[in-house]
């Protein structure tokens, strides 16, 4: 293997960085629209957004923990 060939361990480091910080700068851009002087939302409407992105957190986050073979049974 080649000095400069990229481990599949860098490759993730160096992917995740970039993504994760992506996530956490539109995360703090959806805080924006909590400004009541800019923008009308109702209660509904907040936990409406919310829900959906702990939905989809939860499920990328279960293919990080979930087991190879992918049924969750063992015996």
């Known amino acids: 293997m080649s000095q400069n060939k990229e481990t599949k361990s860098d490759k993730f480091k160096r992917i995740a960085t ?3 910080n992506n996530i956490l700068r539109r995360i703090k851009s ?5 400004n009541k002087s800019q923008y009308d939302y109702t209660e509904a409407e907040v ?5 959906a992105v702990d939905r989809e957190l939860r499920m990328v986050k279960d293919r990080f923990t979930s087991s190879k073979n992918g049924d969750g049974f063992s015996l």
């Open 30 to 34: 959806l805080g924006n629209l909590s």
């Open 47 to 51: 936990r409406k957004m919310f829900s």
């Open 18 to 20: 970039l993504r994760v």
